[in-house]
Structure formats: C-alpha cells, structure tokens
C-alpha cells in the first residue's frame, strides 16, 4: 500500500481519515424494523426529545453520564475514535458495584482486571502504574469499592479529554443544531 519513507506519512494520514470514516459509518443508527414499529409522529417525537436532551449533556460531563441516552451517544463517537475502553471500563465498574453476591464479587472483579486494568490487556485503559498495583492488591479481598481508584481516573481523563472533543465533534453539534432549530420553530408557532 505504502512505499518509501516519503510516502508514509500521506499513507498515514489516509488511513486515520479512512478509520474515521468508517467508523462513522459502522455507527449511525440503522432505522431497520424499528422505524416501522413508530409511526412518522413518534419518529420525530423521540428525535426531537433525544435532541433537545443533548442541549443538556453540555452542561456537565455528569449530566452526560446520567443519561442513557447521552451514554449511547458518547460510546458512539468514542468508538469514532478507538478509545471507547474507559468509558466501557466506568460502565463496567458501576455495573460492577450493584453485586451484592460475594462469590461473584471476586470472579466479575478479577474479569475487570483482566479486560481493563493489568498490562496487556484486550481494553487496556489508560492509567498510572501505582493505581493498577492498587486496583490489583484490592482483587485480594474484592469489595465494590476495589476499582475506585481506577474508575476515578478514567473518570477524570474522559472529562478533561473525551467529553470536550464530543461536544466539539460534529455528530453532537448536529444533536444540539436539531434541538435548537425545534425550540425556535416551537416558539414561533406559539
């Protein structure tokens, strides 16, 4: 595909653009058979509310997290981006502190660790060498507060670093665009 050192750079630049787009791509909403289970009227009532409900998620990361919606939406576009580990690992964590089973406490714990947290692993998130040895030394007696340390960095990395490059992509500047076009038109027709 590439040839020559010259070349790679371009052929670099190509491929990223390519990525991106294809990864737009692969996670725009397929209407399929649920646009035939609404009528025309509750299409765009549900859009117009997803809409509107994204005004909100700018006002602070947490609005976004609380909303299952605004969750979706962000998965998406991190996705976009090749980076959806952390929030995948938050999602898991706060899944992960509702076990009231012990038994199971341990082994959903050490299947955290070993899909998010210790080197190497298949979604590896990105954070500081002494918050995994913690992380890991707390799967020795698993709590639901074990990754605390670990989901409040990811937490922190997703809203200094994710969270402002989503409200600046395009796909949630279209969300609030939609939004904001409707409020007008509603004010006006009333």
């Known amino acids: 595909m590439c040839r020559g050192l010259a070349a790679l750079s371009t052929c670099l630049e190509r491929a990223k653009q390519l990525k991106t787009r ?3 791509l692969l996670h725009k ?3 399929g058979h649920e646009a035939e289970s609404f009528s025309t009227s509750e299409q765009g009532t549900k859009l117009r509310n997803s809409s509107e409900e ?3 998620w700018k006002k602070s990361f947490d609005h976004l997290l609380k909303s299952k919606n605004g969750v979706a939406t962000f998965h998406a576009f991190l ?5 959806e580990e952390n929030l995948e690992f938050w999602l898991a964590c706060e899944e992960f502190k509702k076990s009231r089973s012990k038994t199971k406490l341990s082994s959903k714990a050490h299947r955290i660790f070993k899909e998010f947290v210790q080197n190497e692993a298949p979604k590896e ?10 992380t890991q030394k ?7 507060s074990c990754f605390d340390a670990a989901q409040a960095k990811t937490r922190t990395l997703m809203e200094k670093d994710s969270y402002p490059r989503f409200l600046k992509s395009t796909s949630y500047q279209d969300l ?3 939004a904001t076009s409707h ?3 509603k004010r006006l027709h009333t």
């Open 22 to 24: 294809l990864g737009i």
């Open 29 to 31: 909403p397929e209407l």
């Open 54 to 56: 994204a005004l909100e």
């Open 79 to 83: 996705k976009t981006e090749f980076s």
């Open 125 to 134: 998130v990105n954070i500081d060498h002494e918050t995994r040895q913690i």
């Open 138 to 144: 707390n799967l020795t007696a698993a709590t639901s």
């Open 176 to 178: 609030t665009e939609q």
């Open 183 to 185: 409020s007008t038109s």
